[in-house]
């Protein structure tokens, strides 16, 4: 039968008896910097920043609103495109549009100056010279003019 030694025997781990002799943890790691709501109210802050900006951006008027009204197909080589330029001032624009075959690709661009108008709602007929036969006409963009 084996019997520990008395040095290992003094040595060996024994559970404490109370509290006391238990090693305050802050005491050997330290204690938190930050308090517990630091990081969550940083994130309420970001969050709330977020979506003041996304409503000042979203709210803004444009000042230029261009739709497509409508197209043709006039023929292998040409499509026609109808737009409706918005602009609730008397601002010059400039507007690019193109057209797509039926592969998806585009076949003829134009991008076009529209010059001012005391008129709110403008409607303006495009003619797109293609390479091949074009299936649609799609608006780009419509911008104020430099």
């Known amino acids: 039968m084996f019997l520990p030694s ?24 330290g204690s938190r910097q930050r308090p517990r709501w630091f990081w969550p109210a940083i994130a309420a802050i970001g969050i709330t920043l977020g979506i003041a900006f996304a409503a000042w951006v979203g709210f803004q008027k444009d000042p230029v609103t261009g739709r497509l009204w409508g197209y043709d197909v006039v023929s292998d080589t040409q499509v026609t495109v109808k737009l409706d330029v918005i602009r609730p001032d008397p601002i010059a624009v400039t507007c690019t549009v193109y057209s797509q075959a039926a592969d998806h690709s585009i076949v003829g661009e134009k991008t076009v100056d529209i010059p001012p108008s005391n008129r709110e709602k403008v409607r303006v007929p495009i003619e797109i010279e293609t390479e091949r036969r074009g299936v649609n006409g799609v608006l780009r963009t419509c911008v104020p003019a430099d």
Request: net charge negative; glycine share 0%.
């Open 6 to 29: 008395t040095e290992a025997a003094r040595h060996a781990w024994v559970p404490p008896e109370t509290l006391d002799d238990v090693t305050d943890l802050s005491s050997r790691y």
